[in-house]
């Protein structure tokens, strides 16, 4: 059964740093895409970042090009998410999420494992 946990989230000022962990159990993690969603009050469920399994291939929404940064650690089995400048509108509860259907994409429907996130909000 795989498993998946994020941490990291909590309350932050405008323009602070931020990084977001995953750990995920139950799969081979160094042979399969990952993925970090988030879902802002009110909004559908939106793709932020996603990685390939070997990290050299990354991708990112328009929204958080430039300011956020998506790595992994297949010796630990962890996935990151570093985060910076962050702004009001990245208030959200953030998602990992692994086994996509192909490739790793920046579409939600794509993955079938997910964690049950973690919270970030921003404030100004």
């Known amino acids: 059964q795989v498993e998946v946990v994020e941490s990291g989230g909590g309350l932050v000022q405008t323009g602070s740093s931020l990084r977001l962990s995953c750990t995920v159990s139950?799969?081979?993690?160094?042979?399969?895409?990952m993925g970090w969603f988030r879902q802002r009050p009110g909004k559908e469920r939106e793709g932020v970042s996603c990685?390939?399994?070997?990290?050299?291939?990354?991708y990112y929404a328009d929204s958080v090009k430039g300011r956020f940064t998506i790595s992994r650690d297949n010796a630990k089995k962890r996935l990151y998410l570093e985060m910076s400048d962050l702004k009001s509108e990245d208030t959200a509860m953030y998602y990992c999420a692994t086994e996509p259907a192909y490739y790793p994409t920046l579409n939600p429907d794509e993955y079938k494992s997910w964690g049950r996130g973690t919270q970030v909000t921003v404030s100004s």
């Open positions: 139950g799969l081979r993690f160094e042979l399969t895409g």
């Open positions: 990685i390939n399994w070997g990290g050299s291939n990354t």
